[in-house]
Every structure is written in C-alpha cells, then in structure tokens.
C-alpha cells in the first residue's frame, strides 16, 4: 500500500474501542431533584416509576353501543333485548345488567354491573324500548379490561429513561405529579488558538472567527445541560493550565477545541497529562484523528480538534452518547439505515469515515444519499448542507457510484 492511499496509523485507537473505553469510564451524575411532571420533559429520571394504579381502573366501554351479557348473545337468528338505561362516561350506573337487557354505552363509560360485551351501534337496531342483536359478536368484545394498559406495581418508566411528551401523559394517567429526575450536568468549554477572535471583535491579518464555540453552545444546549462558556484561550502553557483548573473546580465534563496536534502550540494533551488522566487521544475516525480523553479529578474531559467538522463529528459520535450517560441515560443506539449512494466518494481505507451527506428520495421514490459538498474538516458549509453522515467503515477504500452505505440521519440525534 502506498502512503497516500493508507489512512492506517498504530498509534490510533479503533472507534469502537474508544466507545467502550468513553462508556467504562463514564458514570451518571450524584445528585437530583424533584420536578412538577411539566418541568421534567426531557429530564432523565433518577428512579423508576412503579404505577400506583391499575390502567384503566375499571371495565369500560371501547365503542359507543350496547352493554350486555355474553349469555344473551343470540347463536342464530336475533334477540331483543330491553333497553334499561344509558351510560356515560364518568357517570357509573348504579343498576345491574340482567339477563334479557342491555345499557347504552358511550365510549370509555364503565361497565355497568351483570354486563361483560359491548355490541357496537352499528350493530344494532332500535326498535322502541329494545334494542335487536344479531350473530357474530364475541362474548367480551369491547370491553377495555382493568389493568389491560397498566398493571398496578409494575415498572412503567425505568430509571435512565429521558421523558418524553408521551411519558408525561403516562405518568399523568397514573395521577403522578411529581418525579425525581437527575440534576443537569455542568459542562464547560473553551477554544484554544492564538488566531482565534469572539464576534466583535475586529479580525486582523491570519485571524479567524471562532466558531467552535457557537456550535458547541448549540449542541449542548439541545442535550439539556448547564452551559459555561468560557470564551478563548490563548496558545499559552499556563493559560491553558490556569484554564483547566477554573473548569474543574466547578463543571462536570470540560470539553476544549483545538490545540490536540502534534503542534508545537498544541499544550491541551500535555495538560490533561499534568493536571489528569490521559486515557486516549487518538482515534481512528475521520474527521477528527486527535480526540482526546481522560479525567480531571472528578472531571471528565474531552479535547476536540479545532477544524470546524471535526470538533463536532467528533461531539457528535463520541462526546454526546458519554454525556448523555454522565446525564443518567442509557444511550440508546443510533439509527442506521442502509441507502444506495448516488455518487462516488472518495476514501482511503484506516480510519471510519463520517462523511456529511445529503439524504433525499430518488424519482423512483428509493432512498439516495450524496456528498454534502467538499469533505474537507474546514468546510463548516457542508456540515450545515447535510441532513446525516455517510458512515464508511475503516476498511474500505473509494465507494463506486450505486454502492450501498450506511447513514445516520441527523433528525434521529441533533
Ligand atoms: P488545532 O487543532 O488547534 O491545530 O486547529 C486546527 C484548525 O482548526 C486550525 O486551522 C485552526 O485555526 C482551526 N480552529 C481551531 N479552533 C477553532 C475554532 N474555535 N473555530 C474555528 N476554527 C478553529
Ligand atoms: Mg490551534
């Protein structure tokens, strides 16, 4: 293999192994609160939530019609049956069903007592006082059973779950006002680069602006966590230091960018080394090869690189499943769906590739992905472009032009 066309380094941790290195060492926040149900969306939940009720409480109707006993059900021909009464829903009956009568029922009204099947209104036909039944209606139809949706003392939400608006309606079913969630986890930030400028500032000759922060602040903020900003720091041995001692003093993961290369200015993984725990720093993925991990005392950290891309490949494919375990959730497992690739792309087989891709539906209405644009770690323009990632194993080298390859759609994580 030539060296151009090999991406391979040893010193490099394969993807895989780096996620299972994040997820061994990564543990849930201490600490929780008690939030009225509406406040807790989106929050994870410190404990499980054990229904205090059978759901629903009691036989009901699932159908507007007649509530009856299976016994007079006719087995040919049909029956007339007198109409007793009507019920509603939350207004009982307070007779009893007898052999030969029936109830008007409305839908998600309690079963009246002696009745055990609903024939629905369509079913029927009215005749004065009674009501004629047919053939065909099974004994117990449309009936809702107490306890169908929801057993009394059995486990709804577990621990570890993020609340969603469906959860809130569960546990609002359950008549449960309050839950204890997992306190939000603190996470500061900051970019290194002596050549980076904060909006408003003027920029000068080799200057950038930094927008590493910017969609750092908006991918943490969409995970739900407290946010400390704290701005830039200069390509300087002690800044950096003095920099990662104020973040640990007060937050629970301190993530920076840039400053990771093998450059001479490069002081963050030197450090992580000083001041913590190294425990990797680079991984076999592209964007992103310098990522580095380890801990800060009680602190854990991560050093993004500085490119635009890759800070935020690497958030999103390795910093955001250990924060949402750091938050108390079990990361559920990404979506991956399998799509034709409409063009060729360009890769060298060593590292797994995220490349930014557009989804979208052919005219024959098959799934399709293209490139996003240049794939270049500095081409911030094509991340916004993309709706997923092409994810294109270590392995492989150029894909052709009809291939099948895997995506991640952004809507299933962003
Ligand atoms: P570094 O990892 O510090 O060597 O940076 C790699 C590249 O990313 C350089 O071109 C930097 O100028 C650029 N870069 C680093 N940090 C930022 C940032 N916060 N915003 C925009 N570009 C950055
Ligand atoms: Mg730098």
Redesign the pocket.
């Known amino acids: 293999m030539s060296a151009k066309n090999d991406d391979h380094d040893p010193h490099s941790l394969s993807f895989a192994e780096a996620v299972r290195r994040v997820g061994a060492a990564i543990t849930p926040v201490s600490g929780f609160e008690q939030l009225a149900l509406r406040e807790a969306l989106d929050r994870v939940l410190h404990e499980d939530v054990v229904s205090p009720l059978d759901v629903p409480g009691h036989a009901n109707s699932a159908m507007d019609g007649y509530a009856l006993r299976a016994a007079d059900l006719p087995a040919d021909g049909e029956r007339e049956l007198s109409v007793i009464g009507t019920v509603f829903a939350g207004h009982p009956f307070a007779g009893t069903v007898e052999a030969g009568q029936a109830v008007r029922i409305m839908t998600g009204a309690m079963l009246p007592a002696g009745a055990d099947t609903v024939v629905k209104q369509e079913d029927t036909q009215k005749r004065g006082e009674q009501v004629v039944v047919g053939t065909g209606h099974k004994p117990g139809a449309n009936v809702r059973l107490p306890g169908e949706d929801i057993r009394r003392g059995a486990v709804v939400l577990a621990r570890g779950r993020r609340l969603t608006p469906a959860d809130l309606g569960l546990l609002a079913s359950l008549g449960i006002p309050e839950v204890k969630v997992f306190r939000r986890p603190r996470v500061a930030f900051f970019?290194?680069?002596d050549?980076?400028r904060s909006l408003g500032q003027p920029l000068g000759e080799g200057q950038?602006?930094?927008?590493?922060?910017y969609t750092l602040h908006g991918m943490l903020t969409r995970l739900g966590v407290e946010v400390i900003d704290m701005g830039?720091v200069p390509?300087d041995r002690d800044a950096v230091r003095e920099a990662f001692r104020t973040a640990t003093a007060s937050a629970d993961m301190l993530i920076t960018?840039?400053?990771?290369?093998v450059?001479e200015?490069?002081f963050v993984k030197e450090t992580l080394q000083a001041l913590g725990q190294v425990n990797f720093w680079k991984v076999a993925m592209k964007p992103g090869k310098?990522l580095a991990f380890g801990h800060l005392g009680n602190t854990v950290f991560f050093g993004l690189?500085?490119?635009?891309v890759?800070?935020m490949a690497t958030f999103y494919q390795v910093v955001q499943p250990s924060l949402l375990r750091l938050a108390g959730e079990q990361p559920p497992e990404r979506l991956r769906i399998t799509v034709t690739c409409a063009e060729r792309l360009k890769k060298a087989p060593g590292r797994l590739d995220f490349q930014r891709g557009v989804l979208s539906r052919d005219e024959h209405g098959q799934l399709v992905v293209r490139a996003a644009g240049l794939q270049g770690?500095?081409v911030l323009s094509g991340m916004s472009r993309a709706n997923c990632f092409i994810v294109l194993p270590a392995a492989a080298g150029n894909i052709e032009a009809g291939s099948p390859v895997d995506v991640e759609p952004f809507a299933a994580f962003m």
């Open positions: 970019s290194t680069g050549e980076l950038i602006y930094d927008s590493n922060r830039v390509d960018s840039g400053g990771v290369s450059g200015a490069d310098p690189p500085g490119n635009p890759s800070a770690s500095h």
